[in-house]
């Protein structure tokens, strides 16, 4: 309740829907990812926070550096805002914004982008071949850091490069080296099975006790085999960082000798999605804020909008949370609408026309596609309103 009327009191000249990020929280969250990190620098994910202002100030604190972009286009902006050290953690097709890159030396000194087969190398000279004078471009090796087990036939994690041993690392890092105009600078690997899957699921106590078997056993696999893979590379590149992890894997990942940097993103705002870890806890920092404009029974509301529905595998965990008051639940037949959102409960019976309810994401950045401005409370009062990418005109994806 003391949240909830702190936010009514700090917004109260604001019309909803409207989005909010709680600054005091998300200094507790970076705070708290620095900790985890046991010294090692992180590298902010854009994707998790998609407003520049508040990447600005994320970088502003200790312990943070560099970006994780996720297209190529978004790189090129940030790096003409005067941002630097930014790694593209995606392979790009995108021939304009190549030819854009080599064309920038200025920019070509501060992006790396990601590759992870021959055929994307050919992809990309072929894309730069009519600049000139052409800058060297530097890339980044992506590698496959799911958990394999029982001869291939149970596979955890995310499905993204084919790269996986060791020789098949060392092959592609000597065919980059082989290329003029293009240089190897570092490796990156996701394990999205331990960093973005939750190993406290609610009501399921005998998945979470697979969850946890699968997430130790990958992290002993993936702990022996990055490193292979990493002194296998540097025997024919000069890397500059080797890159892992996210949010929910930081002090497993730290551990490796390997890894020169962590990944986070979504830590500083604590979407829904991170509420299911044992291994650490965050304090909700990115909310919204849907108007009440129906009364539909005693114990219904419905308020406009909030059909924001997070990316991933379809089902209830990827809809927004009815967040403040507590105690409020969606239409089993009708979920989160585009324009209008049924909500049920006993705490509806205390709304009004007019009133706030308060969502939490899923997901954290993908809230900044719905909102062209962040409201940055501090306190009981905004003390800054800041575009997100949106904001800007910038829509990435």
Not at 205 to 231: K, T, Y
Not at 234 to 260: C, H, M, P, W, Y
Request: net charge positive; hydrophobic share 45%.
């Amino acid at each position: 309740m003391e949240d909830r009327q702190r936010y009514d009191r700090a917004t109260v000249a604001l019309e909803p829907p409207f989005a909010i990020l709680d600054l005091a929280a998300m200094r507790a969250n970076a705070a708290d990812l620095v900790r985890r990190a046991a010294g090692k620098p992180i590298r902010v994910a854009s994707k998790s926070v998609r407003s520049r202002a508040v990447l600005e100030r994320i970088l502003a604190m200790d312990g943070f550096r560099g970006i994780l972009a996720f297209t190529l286009p978004e790189a090129l902006w940030l790096a003409a805002e005067g941002f630097s050290d930014i790694l593209v953690a995606y392979p790009t097709a995108d021939r304009h914004a190549l030819a854009e890159l080599a064309a920038d030396p200025r920019a070509a000194e501060r992006i790396a982008i990601t590759v992870d087969s021959r055929e994307q190398l050919d992809f990309i000279e072929k894309a730069v071949s009519g600049v000139h004078p052409r800058a060297e471009l530097r890339l980044s090796l992506d590698l496959d850091a799911g958990y394999v087990t029982l001869g291939g036939k149970f596979r955890a994690g995310a499905l993204r490069s084919p790269v996986r041993e060791p020789e098949q690392a060392a092959d592609l890092a000597t065919a980059v080296g082989k290329r003029p105009g293009l240089r190897l600078v570092g490796l990156m690997a996701y394990e999205a099975q331990i960093a973005g899957v939750g190993d406290d699921p609610p009501g399921n106590a005998a998945f979470a006790r697979v969850v946890r078997i699968m997430q130790a056993r990958s992290a002993r696999e993936l702990i022996v085999r990055r490193g292979r893979i990493v002194n296998a590379v540097r025997q024919v590149a000069d890397l500059e960082f080797v890159n892992g992890g996210g949010t929910g894997s930081i002090e497993t990942t730290v551990r490796e000798k390997a890894i020169t940097e962590v990944a986070a993103g979504s830590g500083f705002f604590h979407p829904r999605l991170f509420d299911f870890y044992r291994r650490f806890s965050g304090r909700p920092a990115a909310l919204f804020a849907l108007p009440v404009v129906r009364r539909p029974g005693p114990d219904t509301v419905t308020v406009l909008g909030g059909g924001y529905l997070a990316s991933g595998p379809p089902g209830p965990s990827r809809l927004p949370q009815p967040y403040l008051p507590a105690g409020l639940r969606y239409a089993q037949d009708e979920g989160a609408g585009e324009v209008q959102t049924p909500l049920l409960g006993q705490a509806a019976q205390d709304l009004r026309v007019g009133d706030r309810v308060w969502f939490r994401h899923a997901k954290a950045g993908e809230m900044c596609e719905r909102f062209d401005t962040l409201h940055l409370v501090d306190g009981d009062a905004v003390a800054e309103s800041v575009p997100t990418y949106r904001g800007e005109g910038r829509t990435f994806l």
